[in-house]
């Protein structure tokens, strides 16, 4: 973990709001997390509607593992020259990422990670995934995918919706290789492929594949039996799904 000094810190909300300007140009529709005026309610209501509204009959929920402590400060550099030509702002952030955190009386320097406690962290991270998996993952939508396709990530967490079975399983496979480029992976235990849509016709539920039992997906049950639930999930348009969110006591 690692905490700014109180110096740092105002330095580091400056430098993240002149980024923010330049970063919120280039942010693809589908990123909502820490970014201005997009919060997680926005990210749940981006995904009910497109489930709503699409051909939706599977869903694919990833979950990067350990994704803060795991950036590659060496791609993140590379990442960053790409908009930004101020060596001293290049310079800052390399200087914060490198700061180290004081263990047992022990400086240690990492080459992996982004500060998870630090205010620029998010930010960085944003700028990460818009590299390593947004613009990727919005050229698979375009080319690659052969039904509807939905994409809704809030920071490391990403839910993806597809018409096709095959369109899910391949974007799953693609997504671990594209990943692994950039010094990331899947959680295993975190990531699964559900069913949903017009298959709930047959089975009465939303359902973990791999598993097959009744599944949670940020924060939110799939369900259609009406009961203690957050957002359920029902046959709406012909091959889609229908999509409600209400509070739970």
Known sequence: MAIAALEDKIVQRAITAVLNSVYEEDFLGFSYGFRPRRSQHDA???????????????????????????????????????????????????????????????????????????????????????????????????????????????ADDIVVGFEYENDARHFQQATRERLQEFSLSLNPSKTRLIFSGALQRVNGRCADLENRRPSLFWGLRSSVDGRNRANSCSAGSPGGTGCRRSSVN
């Open 44 to 154: 749940l209501d981006a995904l009910a509607v497109g489930i709503t509204h699409k051909k939706v009959n599977y869903i694919l929920d990833l979950d990067i593992q350990s994704f803060f402590d795991s950036v590659s400060q060496n791609w993140l550099g590379r990442f960053l020259e790409h908009r930004i030509r101020d060596p001293r702002i290049l310079r800052l952030i390399h200087k914060w990422l490198r700061a180290g955190v004081l263990e047992d009386g022990e400086i240690k320097v990492s080459d992996t990670g982004t500060g998870q406690e630090s205010v620029i962290s998010p930010l960085l991270a944003n700028i990460y995934l818009h590299y390593a998996f947004d613009l990727w993952a919005e050229r698979w939508r375009r080319h690659d995918a052969s039904g509807d396709m939905i994409l809704v990530r809030y």
